[in-house]
């Protein structure tokens, strides 16, 4: 089945700096691959995805990469406010059981913006 | 908006009992899933259902079940809950393949 794998496992950002998380995936038929960010008391909520045939795609701050040769995939956070503190998750989908929807999950990554 | 929600926010039970977390969802979406969250561990899907009355397992199935009777109800079963199953469980739903998940709060299940 997939594996993904996420790194950094915490980050820790002054206000203002950028922020950059990183995942790869062992499965080369995976096609989706959304961000989530949880934040405290709440469960994931989605901020980004990206499909195999788009190398990058932005939203306002957040930005997303995606590399299928390397079998890797970032996200990018510019100008980081004390809010975007929470814990993100990438993760894949594809593959194997395309039709039921199904992903496989990072670890997560914590991320905390100083003021 | 969507909207998923869960039975219970915190639910603190005995070994051995028959546990019960429903999940409901009010946006007629074919798919729906159990996660269970631990630290360090990220996301891990228990089971998954892509249709009433169909379920699939996914990575932990162990010590677990699962039952679809109408579209918007997803329920998770444990037949007899043990200390290791104390974690938090989140239930989602989404439309279709390669769409957005939509997670409910969690339920904080602690097994004494």
């Known amino acids: 089945g997939e594996n993904v794998e996420q790194h950094p496992s915490t980050l820790s950002v002054q206000e203002g700096d950028s922020a950059v998380i990183k995942c790869t995936y062992s499965?080369?038929?995976?096609?989706?691959f959304p961000w989530y960010k949880q934040e405290l008391g709440k469960g994931p909520q989605l901020i980004i995805d990206i499909r195999s045939n788009v190398g990058e795609k932005k939203d306002q701050r957040i930005a997303v990469t995606l590399n299928k040769t390397a079998k890797h995939f970032s996200l990018h956070i510019t100008e980081t406010q004390p809010e975007d503190s929470a814990v993100y998750f990438c993760?894949?989908?594809?593959?194997?059981?395309?039709?039921?929807?199904?992903?496989?999950f990072g670890d997560g990554t914590t991320l905390t913006v100083k003021p | 908006d969507v909207k998923v929600t869960q039975s219970s926010r915190y639910l603190v039970k005995r070994t051995g009992e028959k546990v019960f977390l429903e999940c409901v969802q009010d946006m007629d979406h074919e798919n729906m899933f159990w996660y269970r969250q631990d630290p360090g561990l990220g996301l891990r899907l228990i089971y998954f259902?892509?249709?009433?009355?169909?379920?699939e397992k996914g990575d932990i199935p162990e010590g677990y079940s699962v039952s679809r009777e109408k579209k918007e109800r997803f329920s998770l079963i444990l037949e007899s809950a043990s200390t290791n199953q104390t974690s938090m469980y989140l239930c989602?739903?989404?439309?279709?393949?390669?769409?957005?998940?939509?997670f409910g709060p969690g339920t904080r299940l602690t097994v004494l």
């Open positions: 993760a894949a989908e594809g593959g194997y059981n395309t039709n039921a929807g199904k992903s496989t």
């Open positions: 499965d080369s038929a995976s096609n989706y």
């Open positions: 259902s892509y249709d009433v009355k169909m379920k």
């Open positions: 989602a739903s989404s439309l279709g393949g390669h769409d957005e998940q939509f």
